[in-house]
């Protein structure tokens, strides 16, 4: 049995981990989720709901669950809130499963990640809305993203605008990014022709992390929560394997850790996208 913890993305609450994680707990998984704060009712002050806070809304979760050991599992901007605490918290986190998620790099806040202009018109639209990222209509939601018409009305309902300093406040890490052990689920919709983030991109050369594909749109918890449940279930037996192993490598802090089967120089670390 393996400890997951699940942080929902942006706009939502852990109602949308609810059908993975039935499934996880019905294959033996326990299963722990996360409430970021500031979520609630659109029109409460979230001034003072930060970066920090999102992080601290994680750790609480984990000291609950000491001194287990967990995999943590992020979606859309919480990969930089996940990121982080997987950075503080090395002896607790087994793997970090980021699922078509942001990737957390020192300095650098979740909005960042967009560029110029978008970046700044993104910073507008957060002041403009009480600071607040206002959540995006039903057709955005929807646009070619492997939901029904059904699956679309119901997630987009039920989005609420997020905290704007959590995505704005730059995070700080105290590793580099690539000392995680971590899986990076691709949801194969997203991308057109296949394209990753160049920052996701350069992640596939680095031996401790792995690639996946699912081949569904950004919301899998809704479009495709079953294959994400099968595909879970698998990360968790490979971590049980890596515990169970006698063979191991030298860690950064020097420490011996398990060899994975990717630990292989030149082994592949990911399948290439079929489809974008």
Same mark, same amino acid.
């Given at each position: ?34 409430? $970021? ?12 709901? /930060? ?27 919480? !990969? ?26 020192? /300095? &650098? ?10 970046? /700044? ?8 809305? /009480?600071? &607040? ?13 492997? %939901?029904?018409?059904?699956? =679309?009305?119901? %997630?987009?309902?039920? $989005?609420?605008?997020?905290? !704007? ?6 995070? &700080? ?22 394209? $990753?983030?160049? @920052?996701?991109? &350069? ?22 929560? @079953? ?27 020097? !420490?011996?850790?398990?060899?994975? =089967?990717? @630990? ?5 670390? !990911?399948?290439? $996208?079929?489809?974008?």
């Amino acid at each position: 049995m393996q400890a997951f913890v699940l942080v929902p993305g942006t706009w939502m609450g852990p109602w949308i981990w609810k059908r993975v994680a039935d499934g996880l707990r019905a294959r033996g998984h326990s299963v722990h989720l996360v409430t $970021l704060s500031g979520l609630g009712r659109d029109g409460d002050d979230v001034s003072g709901i /930060g970066l920090d806070t999102h992080i601290e809304d994680v750790h609480a979760v984990l000291r609950d669950l000491a001194p287990e050991r967990v995999v943590l599992v992020s979606h859309g901007t919480s !990969g930089i809130v996940a990121g982080a605490v997987a950075d503080r918290e090395p002896c607790r986190v087994d793997r970090s499963v980021y699922v078509e998620a942001s990737l957390p790099h020192d /300095g &650098r806040s979740a909005i960042d990640a967009f560029g110029e202009p978008l970046r /700044g018109a993104e910073l507008r639209l957060i002041e403009e809305n /009480g600071g &607040r990222w206002p959540v995006p209509d039903v057709d955005v939601v929807a646009d070619e993203q492997g %939901l029904t018409d059904e699956q =679309a009305t119901w %997630l987009a309902g039920r $989005l609420r605008d997020h905290p !704007g300093r959590p995505l704005t406040e730059p995070v &700080r890490l105290t590793r580099p990014l690539a000392e995680q052990r971590a899986t990076y689920v691709v949801c194969a919709l997203e991308h057109f022709h296949g394209r $990753l983030a160049p @920052d996701v991109e &350069r992640m596939r050369t680095v031996p401790t992390w792995r690639f996946r594909t699912l081949d569904t749109g950004l919301w899998p918890m809704v479009s495709a929560p @079953d294959e994400l449940v099968a595909l879970l279930d698998e990360i968790a037996a490979e971590v049980a394997a890596e515990s169970g192993s006698g063979a191991g490598v030298e860690g950064p802090s020097g !420490g011996v850790r398990p060899r994975a =089967a990717w @630990d292989t120089p030149g082994d592949e670390v !990911g399948p290439q $996208l079929g489809k974008g």
